[in-house]
């Protein structure tokens, strides 16, 4: 019993001299927490309300990072604080940590790799969330990104996470604005020209109708004639956008003038082939031997 009543009494000892600061430090840190993620936000997010919202994005981006880094260190510091409350002793265990660190970079290369790769990405401001990218092989809107992982949801709700070490190029489709490319395929008979102006004019029309005219930057440029298919001409044309609206400006484009040619009778032509059957040298063709099946009925 005595035994029991001396280690009740150092620990009620401990408690009222160093439990209320192991206490203190753990609503300090929980605190700071909160005060980092706010100042986070408040420097890179709301700084910049009211610019653009390319700069929005990157904003958003960053301040999800600072706010994680910040996290990190506040808990890192008050880890060594409370292990000071607890009489153990920090020179050995900062030792081991570090010698732990290192043993850890040789055998975690790939991580070390995709920290360093997230840090330049997010450095040259190459991509942000909201943006719509292709990068190792996979393409789709960008979620969420990190020091260490990118995370897309492509169109039809899939989600990949690619580790950044493993992003070699990046195709950002939505970087400052975007681009819809049309290729235009109309019959031989047709007249270029017509075609043209035809294009032009759905085009003002877009422009002109409120649901679309804020998403349209300029007036479509027509690049012409593009090249012979085999059984259509190819006239390329493109449209400049606001960020992520070519596929939206794009299709009711396509409509528009589906439509404008019917009523025009501009014919868009199905692929075709000629059968060719050739000539001997005294101009005379084979034969062509053709059998057909089937019953009619009157």
């Not at 709301?46 to 996290?71: N, P, Y």
């Not at 960020?243 to 032509?269: A, M, S």
């Amino acid at each position: 019993m005595e035994m029991i009543k001396v280690y009740g009494l150092r620990t009620l000892d401990w408690l009222m001299v160093h439990g209320w600061r192991v206490l203190l430090i753990l609503v300090i840190m929980w605190l700071a927490i909160r005060a980092a993620r706010i100042l986070a936000d408040r420097i890179l997010k709301r700084h910049i309300k009211g610019q653009d919202a390319e700069q929005t994005k990157r904003g958003e981006t960053l301040s999800d990072v600072l706010s994680g880094l910040l996290t990190v260190s506040i808990v890192g510091i008050a880890g060594i604080m409370i292990l000071a409350e607890l009489d153990i002793p920090i020179a050995p265990v900062l030792t081991t940590a570090g010698v732990a660190g290192v043993a850890l970079g040789f055998g975690a290369q790939h991580l070390v790799r995709d920290i360093i790769s997230g840090f330049f990405i997010l450095l040259d401001n190459q991509i942000r969330v909201g943006d719509v990218v292709q990068i190792a092989g996979k393409g789709g809107l960008v979620e969420k990104i990190n020091l260490r992982l990118t995370v897309l949801r492509d169109l039809a709700g899939n989600v990949h996470y690619v580790r950044n070490g493993e992003i070699g190029v990046i195709t950002n489709m939505t970087r400052d604005y975007s681009r819809y490319v049309f290729d235009v395929g109309v019959a031989y008979r047709e007249d270029v020209d017509q075609v043209i102006q035809v294009i032009r004019e759905v085009d003002e029309d877009m422009r002109r109708d409120p649901t679309y005219q804020d998403l349209i930057l300029e007036p479509i440029e027509v690049l012409g004639l593009d090249q012979f298919g085999d059984s259509a001409v190819i006239i390329k044309a493109r449209t400049k956008t606001k960020p992520i609206q070519q596929w939206t400006v794009g299709r009711e484009f396509n409509r528009r003038l589906k439509k404008r040619f019917d009523e025009l009778d501009i014919e868009i032509p199905f692929p075709h082939v000629t059968l060719y059957m050739g000539q001997d040298k005294q101009g005379q063709a084979p034969p062509l031997h053709v059998h057909a099946s089937g019953s009619m009925e009157a």
